[in-house]
């Protein structure tokens, strides 16, 4: 693999060490770029410095603003081959594939029960204490 200047070649070595040099002072969390430790820190001040055309909603990541605009043009690109359905975003399709196929990674610790959706597993989890 080639890379067009360090920068780039050190952000990918960085992926595979795994380290994080530039940590958030309000917070544990740390990253391996600086843009997303900005990007976090917004999560702290509470800015959203993007705006939708069609209403009043605020984000802090252009992307969330990208997903969001489809709720206004209703373009769900994101569709199962199998049955055709579609989503607004990539995560939702994940979601239903692993349903369509009984794929349940995210597994408690408690019990044997396991999950399509991790947030639905940390919630279980909550009900064993």
Do not use: W
Request: contains cysteine; hydrophobic residues 15%.
């Amino acid at each position: 693999m080639a890379f067009t200047g360090r920068n780039n070649l050190i952000r990918h070595q960085r992926k595979h060490t795994g380290e994080n040099p530039y940590q958030c002072s309000q917070c544990d969390k740390s990253f391996s770029q600086n843009n997303d430790l900005k990007i976090h820190m917004r999560t702290h001040t509470g800015e959203k410095p993007y705006k939708c055309s069609q209403c009043e909603k605020a984000f802090s990541q252009s992307s969330t603003l990208k997903t969001h605009l489809r709720s206004h043009t209703l373009e769900k690109p994101y569709q199962c081959s199998h049955c055709n359905k579609a989503y607004t975003e990539k995560i939702n399709l994940i979601h239903h594939q692993r349903k369509n196929t009984g794929e349940n990674p995210y597994q408690g610790s408690k019990c044997e029960k396991s999950f399509t959706v991790k947030s639905n597993c940390i919630s279980h989890q909550r009900t064993h204490s």
